[in-house]
């Protein structure tokens, strides 16, 4: 364990944390002060044939000093290794000579990479540091001799390659059917809307939902407004008409006409009961088959998608951990007319890959967590104990279990126990093969309980007749409060079981296991009254604009989803709200858009941040491992008044954040912050608490400040003079975009936030009112915005550094920093490249190109563009990219992005993780030499945590910390890690040196990185010393003992050693004297010593000694006390020691 984990106990607090243990410290302690732990990295040398020898490469560690040389070894056949260069420090030249922005030499720099002209393709490479003239550990190569990347034509010797063979593919799974008006859909099989046109409402496929007749009795209710007579009884009559009754209320009204509260339940609950018994009830049949089994369709081939790394056997070398997907489906198509096709989908499966192929272990999500796109599940992996190995944490459900390959059988076998699947019994009847068994025998009332699906209804407004594509016809003379169904995404689980759970490799077994489970703190719900159902506003997608009273120009485009219009009489809807959705809609969209990050939230401890929504409700749950034991640390919830750190309401918490979440150590203090699109939060000072430091914003153009005259798209300019100074705008907070990138932007390695926007109007959706615009594709300072002061005063602070309006959702491209023609990085708006440090346009309308994003690939400090599976170059000045390297690989990645970009091996240029053919995995490494020596990027505690997230939702790569530019110094040695000097998978062999009737004496071989031993004697600590070996004396004859040893070093503790068991031997002694001359006697002791077999040794010594005497004898390996009389007696005699 690391030495820094701090000792923790629970404290239960209310609501949430009421209802889960939050672990706050025992005592107090500043984490932040103590440095940040970083994985133990081998060298990672990697070895690919050139046409001019051998190409090397190999990781500088984040904590090695400037200035350092490196010897390289060769082996080739049976001789031995032989030095073969020396690299030593060297002055970089700039690459560039721009007046706009001058290059500086660099200084003292050596590179981590070589081309050894007379290396062979069988040569096996060795490299070491020489710090200060003294040579380090010799370490080799990491994977054997790589693979040549041919790309396209005069694309050679650019790229090599890993190949990792996989184990097979899951099978597909069935996936089950269900009815709606006499007909089948499921995957695979769509509805026809022209069957789903209900007789008689002229063309209409939804049913229309009287929401008049509520309001009519509702609003009278709530203003303690006098109704009469007639009144209710015509409300009584509508609603016996549609529930086909004769229904009379209990009560009724009062003589002053006023609607009592008991009145009004009675009418709301005949209501209630003919929107749920309208169309086809509260919620879909399953379709069975005539043998009475459920009709199912098999799921498509699975094909593997999200990937992230870590270090699970604790060797130095990164494992891949890779998710297997069947079916890619977005989680807002849940309605049957519109999508019958996209509802259920197959499990997802979680596989962890070494670097040869070997199959650590295989996690089968189950049917109970959606697996149909990058919103769903993330892969948290990192060192969540603090014991140096990687634990993979997922957001999990009932069934939700961990399998292992098995060799005979060659499939992975999962036992299903208690200790293997999550949930309990519950969990073991929610297994894969469970359900494949009820869907076989037709049993509902298993699935019904046990299957967490959602299968219900919403209350929408939108056009009842199908068309207009996902959302309908954007047109309030046809749109209407209509009744339609949601089936497949994950709803309410039985007694609301959804999980947080770890997993990880244990080599005493040599299998995966389940660590731990914990409760997930914030389950699906439907409505705030409790109802699996809502009414909302909201159409299938994720839009955020409901306008009753639109500005100028808002709705005029068929293509602008953002801005649905509605009839002004129902913003009473939106101001008033009933049976409102907890998570913004009750169909399964919102509620499952997880996204999360992992994050050193105190400096030290790595967390699994879970987050669920960022539409409308937003909550994070911060996990890690104590004990063994998941344990929930923080959480935040935006519909909680007590995380409103900034004040306000719910409202001001929501919609910040994008398909992706970051985090980073921004303001310097040593912990990360959760860095969402347009608000930053970090942990309390208890550690109980995620709370908003700052929510991002800026002045905004306004209807009365602009004259009500809407901006010019792709040419009204924000965060400008004009814009700030007209006292008719406000400040408003940013809200929610697509892509996004979190990076420095200057030679000061100031960070700045790059995103896109779909929100362009600022509007209020509790009122259903347009106030002005929002920019499109934008730049910020993600620490301005609104927060607190030094004396906890709100403030309120522009953010911006550029944005333009776009007029509709803009998703923009990318940023980075991919030329050396002008100071710092750049970034696209809507109409042209950007400083990211002026906002400045730089070159015109010139852009950067959609879906290139930034790669340290090539030989000099600027990015290349990596798109998909293809690297290219990029005009320093016009930015138009080149095909560099075309991998011929699959990307399985979001938004253009490759699968994985992480500084897996080498120096500290970028690896592309990829799919292969024939069920492979391939790592992309670069063949260009470089002459500047930058540490491993995996040793830069920002970067670790972009590859840690970069595989959650649009999956957008992370940035290191610190900016590369021919302006900038190079990157110094980091001083506020700690970097292991020891494998966590190091185990000392401990051997016998001496035995005897009353000590012990073990010791082993030194193990590489360790500064000190601790010895544990039948399990109980005895010492911690430095040395290898050791002498444990003051034993009990004819005992045994057990003794282990683990090494450790600053920051880790490596294995323990196997029990080495050690019996004392037994002894006797015996005296004699004899009289001598005079004064003197001779005395003889004997020690007969007896091991466990009774083999008799003895040891005899002889002394001269005066009479009467008494003293201590060294006799053999003992010391014994023999007291005598004058008369050659000997009064006493026994071993001391």
């Known amino acids: ?47 690919a044939q050139v046409p001019s020898g051998i190409f090397l490469s190999w990781r500088f560690l984040g904590d090695e000093p400037d200035g350092l040389s490196w010897n390289v070894y060769r082996k080739d056949g049976d001789a031995g290794f032989v030095k073969i260069t020396t690299i030593t420090p060297r002055d970089v030249q700039p690459e560039s000579n721009y007046e706009t922005n001058p290059g500086i030499v660099k200084e003292n720099v050596t590179p981590s990479n070589y081309t050894d002209p007379d290396g062979l393709i069988t ?81 209409q496929n939804w049913y229309v939902v009287d929401m008049d007749l509520l309001r009519a009795f509702r609003e009278p209710h709530d203003n303690k407004t006098p109704v009469s007579v007639t009144d209710l009884s015509g409300w009584v009559d509508k609603l016996n008409g549609y529930n086909h009754e004769t229904w009379q209320p209990t009560h009724s009204l009062g003589t002053d006409g006023i609607i009592s509260d008991a009145l009004f339940a009675e009418l709301e609950a005949k209501f209630i009961k003919y929107v749920e018994d309208l169309d086809y009830g509260t919620k879909l049949p399953y379709a069975k088959t005539s043998t009475g089994a459920i009709y199912t369709s098999q799921s498509s081939p699975y094909s593997t998608h999200d990937m992230t790394v870590g270090d699970f056997d604790g060797d130095g070398e990164y494992e891949i951990v890779v998710k297997w997907r069947s079916t890619q489906q977005d989680p807002m198509y849940s309605e049957p007319i519109f999508g ?27 049917y109970n967590v959606r697996a149909g796109n990058d919103h769903e599940t993330t892969l948290f992996c990192q060192d969540f104990d603090g014991d140096g190995k990687a634990e993979l944490m997922l957001k999990t459900a009932l069934g939700t279990r961990i399998g292992n390959w098995d060799e005979e059988s060659q499939s992975v076998i999962y036992p299903d126990t208690l200790n293997t699947v999550v949930g309990g019994d519950d969990g073991l009847n929610a297994t894969t093969d469970k359900f494949k068994e009820y869907f076989a025998t037709g049993n509902e009332q298993a699935l019904d309980t046990y299957w967490a699906l959602l299968n219900s209804f919403t209350i929408s407004y939108r056009s009842p007749i199908a068309g207009g594509g996902n959302d309908g016809i954007n047109d309030p003379a046809v749109k209407r409060w209509i009744k339609t169904y949601h089936v497949g995404p994950i709803g309410p689980a039985k007694d609301d079981q959804e999980f947080f759970s770890a997993f990880k490799w244990d080599p005493d077994t040599g299998k995966g296991v389940l660590v731990d489970s914990a409760k997930y703190p914030f389950p699906y719900e439907g409505s705030v009254d409790g109802e699996n159902w809502a009414m909302t506003a909201e159409t299938q997608r994720g839009n955020f604009s409901y306008l009753a009273f639109p500005g100028p120009g808002a709705g005029s485009s068929s293509s602008d989803y953002k801005a649905q219009i509605m009839a002004e009489k129902e913003a009473y809807w939106l101001e008033h709200p009933w049976k409102a959705a907890v998570w913004g809609d009750a169909q399964g969209n919102r509620a499952n858009r997880y996204v999360g990050v992992v994050a050193a939230l105190d400096g030290v401890n790595n967390y699994a941040v879970s987050q669920r929504g960022y539409y409308a409700r937003t909550t994070f749950a911060a996990y890690n491992i104590v004990d063994g034991k998941v344990n929930l640390q923080a959480c935040f919830d935006s519909a909680d008044p007590r995380y409103w750190a900034l004040g306000g309401t719910a409202y001001d918490y929501q919609n910040r954040g994008n398909h992706q979440t970051q985090s980073a150590d921004l303001d310097g203090d040593g912990r990360d912050e959760i860095v969402m699109k347009a608000m930053v939060l970090d942990l309390n000072a208890d550690k109980t608490m995620i709370l908003p430091k700052v929510v991002n914003g800026d002045i ?143 070159n015109g309308s010139r852009n950067l190109g959609s879906g290139q994003y930034a790669i340290w690939f090539g030989g000099g400090l600027t990015a290349m563009a990596v798109s998909s599976a293809t690297i290219s170059t990029v005009n320093d000045q016009t930015f138009e990219t080149s095909s560099y390297l075309a991998t011929d690989l699959t990307s399985t990645g979001n938004k253009n992005t490759p699968t994985l970009k992480a500084d897996m091996f080498g120096d500290w240029r970028e690896e592309l993780i990829l799919r292969a053919s024939n069920n492979r995995l391939a790592i992309v490494t670069t063949l260009s030499p470089t002459e500047y020596g930058i540490r491993t990027l995996m040793h830069d505690p920002m970067y670790r945590n972009g590859v840690a997230n970069k595989n959650t939702g649009y999956d957008q790569m992370g940035f290191a910390s610190f900016y590369l530019g021919d302006e900038a110094e190079l990157p110094t040695m980091r001083t506020d890690i700690a970097v292991p000097t020891m494998a966590p998978n190091a185990q000392i062999q401990v051997s016998v040196q001496s035995v005897t009737a009353n000590a012990i004496g073990i010791e082993w071989a030194p193990i590489s990185g360790a500064t000190s031993y601790t010895l544990y004697r039948d399990g109980v600590k005895i010492d911690k010393i430095t040395s290898t070996s050791y002498l444990d004396k003051g034993l009990e004859q004819g005992k045994e003992y057990s003794y282990t040893v683990t090494p450790s070093d600053d920051v880790n503790s490596g294995v323990g050693s196997l029990p080495l068991h050690v019996t004392t031997k ?72």
């Not at 003294?134 to 001799?145: K, Y």
């Not at 026809?192 to 409402?201: C, K, L």
């Not at 000694?1105 to 010391?1119: L, S």
């Open 1 to 47: 364990m690391r030495k820094s984990q701090h000792k923790l106990v629970s404290l239960a607090l209310a609501m949430c944390l009421s209802l889960f243990a939050f672990s706050v410290p025992a005592e107090a302690d500043d984490t932040a002060t103590s440095l940040r732990p970083m994985e133990y990295l081998t060298r990672g040398l990697v070895a």
């Open 123 to 203: 040569s096996i490479y060795e490299v070491a540091p020489v710090i200060h003239g003294v040579e380090g550990l010799r370490q080799g190569m990491s994977v054997p001799m790589l693979s040549a990347l041919a790309g396209s034509s005069g694309q050679a010797n650019r790229g090599a390659v890993q190949y990792i063979p996989m184990k097979p593919a899951p099978a597909p799974v069935p996936l089950a059917h269900f009815i709606y008006r006499d007909y089948r859909f499921g995957p695979g099989t769509n509805l026809t809307t022209a069957n789903m046109v209900i007789p008689g409402t002229g063309g």
């Open 340 to 366: 019958g096709s996209n509802t259920t989908t197959a499990p997802e499966y979680i596989d962890v890959y070494k670097l040869d192929g070997t199959l650590l272990f295989r996690v089968d999500m189950g």
């Open 700 to 842: 905004m153009p306004t209807i009365e400040g602009q004259n009500s005259i809407p901006p010019v798209a792709n040419s009204f300019e924000f965060a400008t003079d004009a814009v700030r100074n007209n006292k008719l705008n406000v400040w408003a907070p940013l809200r929610h975009g697509d892509r996004s990138a979190l990076l420095p932007v200057d030679k000061d390695n100031n960070i700045r936030m790059w995103s896109g926007n779909e929100e362009h109007l600022l509007d209020d959706i509790r009122n259903g009112r347009q106030y002005g615009w929002l920019p499109g594709p934008e730049a910020h300072d993600p620490m301005k915005g609104k927060r607190l002061n030094e004396q906890g005063e709100i403030i309120y602070e522009n953010s911006l550094i550029f944005g333009v309006y776009a007029g509709s959702d803009a998703e923009g491209a990318v940023a980075g920093n991919f030329s050396n023609r002008w100071p710092g990085a750049q970034g696209y708006s809507q109409n042209g490249a950007r400083s990211m440090i002026t906002g400045e346009l730089l």
């Open 1066 to 1137: 037994t002894a006797t002694v015996k005296a004699s004297v004899k009289k001598l001359k005079g004064n003197q006697n001779g005395l003889t002791i004997t020690v007969t010593e007896n091991n466990l077999e009774g083999t008799p040794t003895n040891y005899t010594e002889s002394y001269s000694i005066n009479n009467n005497a008494v003293a201590t004898y060294v006799v053999g390996p003992y010391e014994v006390y023999v007291d005598t009389k004058s008369n050659t007696q000997v009064r006493e005699c026994y071993i001391v020691k």
